[in-house]
């Protein structure tokens, strides 16, 4: 009786090219001088090491765990030294380099103490899958799925079917071929271990009919047992996973679904015999079996090698020719990818080497254009319209290439294979999935920033709520105590008195707010004449700065002599202004601060002090403006303005000095705060020491000057000059030096 | 040492464009073979001269473009254009009629929309309209099938050089062409088929004298083609059929006003020409199986609609080329469903 298998979809005949490596029986690869195992072999996250450089490491020792759930650790495949962890070339279409393990060999392959385990019955199902899960199995078919992850991670439902995926349907790959055909007992060994694990009601074990030897292998071998050998025609790619689920049940995966999801579970023979070697005799997968073929090769045939053996040191147990080499491809012809580098290793996913030559794998001719002949479709085993892909991707249409179903496709190539254009379609399409990703990916992140903008956005916007909420009620606040204040005020006044108040309110309210007092005429007159001093110093400096050239000394003698002018003014004004700042602080100011009152009690003099201070600081900048203005022109009058600052900074001390005095008067009752809010200041100037200041910034300026001309050989004025300068420079500094001891000295005795 | 890099797959059939053409063209020799045997030297002067003003033009505009033209040349794809297109037209035909409908073919009909496999509509197609509707005289009158006349051949080489030159007087040129069957069938409203056939000598057995053998050659080197899977038999069936539904519902007897039975709509005209090697285009056909099939319902229902009370002698032209425009439309309503969906999708993806 022959079970009913159903046909696959599309599908394609290329050229098996398979009984060049089925000649020979599985011949056991030498053991490499050294192993480079990359900690990425599987699906999902890379193992973690576990070794140092320099550890001594035994043939199957775990050398790095799994990180995660869905990982895989990975074994020492020789005994020897750890030489180096780090990124080196791995097997990848891109020519990468990934973090690996590298293992200089002993060549003495000394094992760790391997625990067998006759009866694996008597474990439990977590025991088993912890067995699994430690011996780094992945999936062997291609694909290397973590074996363990996908037995535990079934739906709710349970798995009704146990799928073993014999089929190997690539051309040139003969490893699951020879595995079958030599070791048919431990393949059903391993999938009855799957049965007692996964307890299906029936198992499978699906075979295409062009391994005639392999299937009469397993037939003996299966045996008693209810594992059924099906086969089925021939065709590419019946060994998909999806399309030998259909083949064998009828059954299709649902899009986005697993086989899980339909009560179905697929593995390959070489992963059912790893579980064997695993379960029973302990041993982790630090070997695979690995078909190497080929033009370029003399002996082509499959081995045993050791996982991390160097690609060129196995082609050579081959008999590579190197000169005939021309594309070096592993996988298979039609999912396989190219390789680029000798070097690289043989890692748990490597099923074949094909090192093939020119004429055997010929470089692809130049695409031609589409004719939509619609070949690709009849060929594609998912029911895609390959030509509509096309289109779509060289249009970069994404939404329609969705639309189209893309990423149902399985890559296999027959669309590619059997194009009458050449043109590379697979290779569109994983161009077109790359994108989409990467554009479903940035809108992702696009969305999250919106997201979190707008719930920052939301609660700036209730912060701010919050705020305005306190302040009114706090403004509501004050004015309610304003309210009460009022009342009770206006509760003890007369009304006579309640009238003059409004009358004074309204007043008030008709003022500017910093209203000025009534002036007497004496006040009026010398703000006028201020008003025009000032007009006047003003159109001077303008003039001053606007004309190229600096100030010539006439015109700073204006310039001095109206702002001295300007202060005098200032002076008499203020005390023509007597106890004005009561006066003109309005009603409002008067009850607020207990700080304004401070100010408002300090008096006139303080005031008038304060806005002196101010006026010599602007004065003084003024004058290091022109000063640096003539300095950049390299003006003749540069010492003029020298003088000037000094004299202005003398001044600016003498106004701090003198508002100084008359805060402490005005502020006897709270010495300690004068003195905290008090700015270092320099030491109060007599008379004489600003004289003295005057005189050493002339001469120093006098010798600056005279210095600048010496530059200049045929201005330089006479030695004698110079030096008479600096002597009066150096006496003018001792006398201002000698005088200011004294007052600095007597005031550091107060 | 340098490795080829590529990506997979890494083998590939040995199949080419141009075996494909090749094969097409191969296809049409049984029709071209009994289509001289019956209408003289005149269709082979034609197949010569629009092959090299199609390879001219091409090479032309492939110039113009700035490609390679050994390697557009290769394709075979415009010899193929310009052998439909000088198979369709009347065998009499000057070499300027020839020649306006084999280069608007090529540079209007192919090359203006971008070349090979970018052309909405069918070009052969194309050219052949743009004569009949340009030049009706010339494009309606045919020599007439061997043994239509009795007692005399066909034209021979030296009569059809002359005609092919356009030497030949108007007067002489009538009197030596004459309506197609299937115009003059669709222009009688007084005899009945019988009397018909009884009285019209270019009628015999089950269509036009001749011109069923030709329609019988096409179908011969079309099943070969579907013997070699160029194609899928799914556009010339949905035709057949369609075109078969058609006359079966309008056939009206035997009578004066019949439309004609299925069988002479089959093998009059360019029925088969048009079913095995023109529908088949797959550039300007729609491209899934169903849609295929779609596709050719609708040329048959058009074909019969325009030979039926449309004013032109045959309707495949402008059948083809309506449901040209329609193909992508078919296209995106005709998705097969893909492994693991429920249901296929149907339409295009909304615009974001």
């Known amino acids: 009786m022959t079970r009913k298998t159903w046909p696959l979809t599309g599908g394609i005949h290329p050229p098996e090219n398979k009984h060049q490596s089925t000649q020979l029986p599985i011949k056991i690869a030498a053991l490499p001088d050294k192993v480079v195992l990359p900690l990425s072999q599987h699906i999902g996250a890379p193992a973690e090491p576990i070794v140092a450089v320099g550890d001594y490491v035994l043939t199957g020792q775990c050398i790095a765990r799994a990180n995660g759930f869905v990982s895989a650790p990975v074994h020492a495949s020789v005994s020897g030294t750890v030489t180096n962890i780090g990124p080196m070339a791995v097997p990848h279409a891109s020519g990468m380099f990934e973090p690996c393990i590298e293992i200089q060999s002993d060549g003495l392959d000394q094992w760790v103490a391997l625990k067998t385990n006759e009866d694996y019955a008597s474990l439990s199902t977590e025991a088993l899958l912890e067995t699994i899960q430690q011996a780094g199995i992945t999936g062997l078919g291609g694909a290397g799925f973590p074996t363990a992850v996908k037995l535990a991670a079934r739906a709710e439902s349970a798995i009704k079917t146990l799928i073993i995926n014999g089929t190997e349907c690539e051309p040139y790959i003969t490893a699951d071929d020879m595995l079958m055909r030599e070791r048919a007992d431990q393949i059903i060994s391993g999938i009855q271990i799957l049965q007692h694990l996964v307890k299906p009601t029936e198992c499978l074990l699906g075979v295409e009919d062009n391994k005639p030897e392999a299937i009469v292998a397993l037939k003996k071998a299966a045996k008693n047992t209810t594992i059924e050998i099906v086969v089925f025609p021939t065709k590419y790619p019946s060994g998909g996973e999806k399309q030998l689920i259909q083949i064998l049940t009828g059954k299709e995966v649902p899009s986005g679904s697993l086989p899980a999801d339909i009560g179905i579970l697929c593995q390959n023979v070489g992963t059912a015999a790893a579980i064997h070697d695993a379960v029973i005799l302990g041993k982790p997968l630090i070997s695979r079996i690995t078909t190497v073929t080929g033009e370029a090769l003399q002996q082509p045939g499959n081995f045993e090698v050791r996982l991390g053996t160097p690609v060129d040191f196995l082609l050579e147990q081959a008999s590579l020719h190197s000169e005939h080499l021309g594309r070096l491809v592993m996988g298979g012809p039609m999912m396989g990818f190219t390789l680029q580098s000798l070097a690289v290793p043989i890692i748990k996913t490597t099923n074949c080497l094909i090192a093939a030559t020119q004429t055997e794998l010929p470089p692809a001719s130049p695409a031609q254009s589409c004719i939509r002949c619609g070949h690709c479709a009849e060929a594609c085993p998912v029911s895609l319209l390959p030509q509509q892909l096309f289109w779509f991707a060289q249009g970069k249409e994404y939404a329609q290439l969705q639309h189209h179903n893309l990423f149902d496709c399985i890559e296999c190539g027959a669309c590619a294979y059997v194009c009458p254009s050449h043109i590379p379609l697979v290779q569109y399409y994983r161009g077109a999935k790359g994108i989409i990703r990467q554009q479903e990916l940035m809108q992702q992140k696009a969305a999250q920033s919106k997201q979190r903008f707008e719930a920052r956005q939301d609660r700036l916007a209730k912060e701010t709520a919050a705020k305005e909420a306190k302040r009114k009620a706090n403004a509501e606040k004050a004015a309610r105590l304003k309210a009460a204040a009022a009342e009770k005020a206006a509760s003890d006044q007369q009304p006579k008195q309640e009238i003059q108040a409004a009358l004074e309110r309204a007043k008030a309210k008709k003022a500017p707010n910093k209203s000025k007092p009534q002036l007497t005429a004496e006040q009026k007159e010398l703000k006028i004449q201020l008003a025009m001093v000032s007009a006047q110093l003003k159109k001077l400096q303008r003039n001053i700065e606007q004309s190229e050239s600096t100030p010539d000394v006439k015109q700073q003698e204006d310039l001095d002599r109206l702002q001295q002018q300007q202060q005098s003014l200032e002076t008499a004004l203020a005390a023509a202004t007597p106890n004005d700042s009561n006066q003109a602080a309005p009603p409002v100011e008067k009850a607020t601060t207990s700080n304004s009152k401070e100010n408002a009690s300090s008096g006139p003099d303080l005031k008038v002090l304060q806005i002196k201070l101010a006026q010599a600081k602007a004065a003084l900048k003024k004058a290091e403006r022109a000063y640096a203005a003539a300095a950049e022109n390299n003006a003749a009058d540069q010492d003029a303005l020298q003088a000037t600052i000094a004299g202005k900074q003398v001044a600016l001390a003498e106004a701090e000095q003198a508002l100084a005095k008359a805060k402490t008067s005005t502020e006897a009752p709270s010495p300690s705060k004068e003195a905290a809010s008090k700015k270092p200041k320099k030491p109060p100037l007599d008379e004489k020491t600003k004289t003295l200041k005057i005189q050493v910034a002339m001469a120093k300026a006098q010798l600056r000057k005279l210095n600048k001309l010496a530059e200049h050989a045929d201005t330089a004025p006479p030695k004698e000059e110079i030096e008479a300068s600096e002597k009066a420079l150096s006496e003018a500094e001792s006398a201002l030096a000698e005088h200011q001891q004294q007052p600095s000295s007597s005031l550091a005795d107060a | ?352």
């Open chain 2, 1 to 352: 040492m340098t490795l080829i890099r590529q990506t997979s797959p890494h083998t590939r059939k040995a199949s080419s464009t141009q075996a494909i053409m090749l094969n097409v063209l191969i296809a049409l020799i049984p029709g071209l073979l009994v289509s001289v045997y019956f209408f003289g030297w005149g269709v082979l002067i034609n197949l010569v001269w629009a092959s090299l003003v199609a390879v001219g033009c091409e090479a032309l505009i492939i110039k113009l473009r700035k490609r390679p033209i050994r390697f557009f040349l290769q394709d075979y794809t415009a010899v193929v254009t310009a052998a439909l297109l000088a198979l369709a037209i009347p065998p009499s035909a000057p070499w300027w009629l020839t020649l306006i409908g084999t280069s608007f073919a090529i540079i209007i009909g192919k090359h203006l929309y971008g070349g090979m496999g970018q052309n909405l509509f069918n070009p052969a197609m194309l050219g052949y309209v743009l004569l009949l509707v340009s030049f009706p005289l010339e494009m309606s009158a045919w020599l007439p099938a061997l043994g239509v006349r009795e007692g005399q051949g066909v034209l021979d080489l030296i009569a059809s050089i002359q005609l092919f030159a356009g030497n030949m007087p108007v007067s002489s040129l009538d009197a030596m062409t004459m309506a197609t069957p299937l115009d003059i069938f669709r222009e009688n409203t007084s005899l009945t088929i019988e009397e018909l056939w009884a009285t019209n000598p270019v009628f015999s057995d089950w269509a036009g004298k001749g011109w069923q053998w030709v329609s019988l050659a096409y179908m011969l080197g079309g099943c070969w083609l579907l013997y070699k899977r160029v194609f899928t038999w799914h556009a010339p069936a949905g035709m057949l059929l369609m075109l078969g539904v058609m006359a079966t519902l309008f056939y009206g007897g035997e009578g004066s006003d019949s439309h004609g039975s299925p069988l002479f709509h089959w093998l009059s005209g360019a029925t088969m020409l048009g079913a095995f090697f023109i529908i088949t285009d797959p550039v300007t056909s729609a491209t899934s199986n169903k849609g295929r099939f779609i596709f050719g319902a609708g040329i048959g229902a058009l074909t019969y609609i325009i030979r039926t009370w449309g004013g032109y002698p045959d309707g495949v032209a402008f059948a083809v080329l309506l449901m040209n425009m329609a193909a992508p439309t078919i296209d995106y309503y005709t998705q097969p469903r893909t492994y693991g969906h429920k249901k296929p999708n149907r339409g295009l993806a909304k615009p974001d």
